[in-house]
C-alpha cells in the first residue's frame, strides 16, 4: 500500500479509459516509449480505447516500443489461442506501432532458456519497460507467475496451475486443448518497469485485490510485491474495489 496510487471507476470501461489516460500521459511525454502489454479480458476496453484515441490524434504510436507479459508454451505465433494472435487482433494490427517493434515471447521456441534470456537482453537494449500493464489472476497471478514459495526473477517457462487451466479453458474448444506451460517474464522484469498500470474489475476479483494490496507481500500472491513497486497505479471497478 505504501506508494499505490488508486483510482476507483464506476464500470469496467470507464476503468479502461482511465488506464488509457495514463498510457496517454507516458507515450505524450516519451514517443518512443517502452509499453508492457497484458491479455486476458480485463485490457479489452483499454485496448479499444486506445485504438479510438490514435485514430482521434490524441496518441501516435508510430515510435512507441511494445512487449508482452507471457505466451502458452507451444503455441505458434498465429495459433488462435496465442497471446501474439490476442495482441494482433485486439491492438496492434489497429495501430501505428511498427511490428518490428512489437515482441510477445516465442511459444515454439526450441531453446526456451536461450529465448527467454534474449527477451530480457532485447527490453534492457530498449531502455526497460516505462509503462507496465497488468491484470490479475484469480490466484494472484501477474503474467503467468503462479503462486510459488518465492519470487522469479527472469522471464522464465513456468507450469500453469489447474486454477489458470480452469479460468482459461474458455477460450479453447475442450480443456484438454489448453497448453500446460507457458513462457512469462518474471517477477522481476515487472517490477523492473518505472511505471505499472495494475487494471481489475469485477466482483470476482475483490478477494484477491484485498489480499494483494491490504494484506502481506507473499509469493503464494505474486501481485502481492507491488506495495514494494515506487510507481503503481491501481485501476479498479467498484465492483472490484474490497472497501465501501
Ligand atoms: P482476465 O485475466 O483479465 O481474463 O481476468 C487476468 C489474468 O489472468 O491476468
Redesign the pocket.
Known amino acids: 500500500m505504501l506508494h499505490t496510487r488508486i483510482l476507483i471507476a464506476d464500470t469496467a470501461e470507464q476503468a479502461g479509459k482511465l488506464a488509457a489516460d495514463e498510457f496517454e500521459a507516458v507515450i505524450a511525454k516519451k514517443p518512443a516509449a517502452v509499453i508492457g502489454l497484458?491479455?486476458?479480458?480485463?485490457?479489452l476496453p483499454l485496448y479499444r480505447e486506445l485504438i479510438a484515441r490514435e485514430k482521434a490524434g490524441k496518441i501516435d504510436f508510430s515510435k512507441v516500443r511494445s512487449a508482452n507479459l507471457d505466451e502458452y508454451k507451444g503455441l505458434a505465433p498465429d495459433h488462435e489461442q496465442s497471446y501474439r494472435k490476442f495482441m494482433q487482433d485486439n491492438l496492434l494490427s489497429h495501430i501505428s506501432i511498427k511490428p518490428e517493434n512489437t515482441i510477445v515471447p516465442l511459444g515454439l521456441a526450441e531453446d526456451i532458456e536461450k529465448m527467454c534470456q534474449e527477451y530480457e537482453e532485447k527490453i534492457e537494449s530498449w531502455g526497460g519497460v516505462d509503462c507496465q500493464l497488468?491484470?490479475?489472476?484469480?490466484d494472484g497471478?501477474?503474467?503467468f507467475n503462479e503462486p510459488e514459495d518465492h519470487f522469479p526473477a527472469m522471464t522464465h517457462e513456468v507450469k500453469l496451475t489447474e486454477m489458470?487451466i480452469n479460468?482459461?479453458k474458455r477460450f479453447f474448444d475442450s480443456i484438454d486443448d489448453v497448453p500446460r506451460a507457458a513462457i512469462t517474464m518474471g517477477i522481476g522484469t515487472i517490477m523492473a518497469a518505472k511505471k505499472i498500470v495494475m487494471i481489475v474489475t469485477?466482483a470476482d476479483?475483490k478477494e484477491i485485490l484485498k489480499k494483494t494490496f491490504w494484506g502481506p507481500v507473499d509469493p503464494q500472491v505474486p501481485a502481492s510485491i507491488l506495495q514494494f513497486h515506487p510507481d503503481v497505479t491501481l485501476i479498479c471497478d467498484k465492483a472490484a474495489y474490497p472497501f465501501d
Open positions: 497484458a491479455t486476458g479480458s480485463t485490457p497488468l491484470g490479475i489472476g484469480h497471478h501477474i503474467g489458470t479460468a482459461n469485477g476479483k
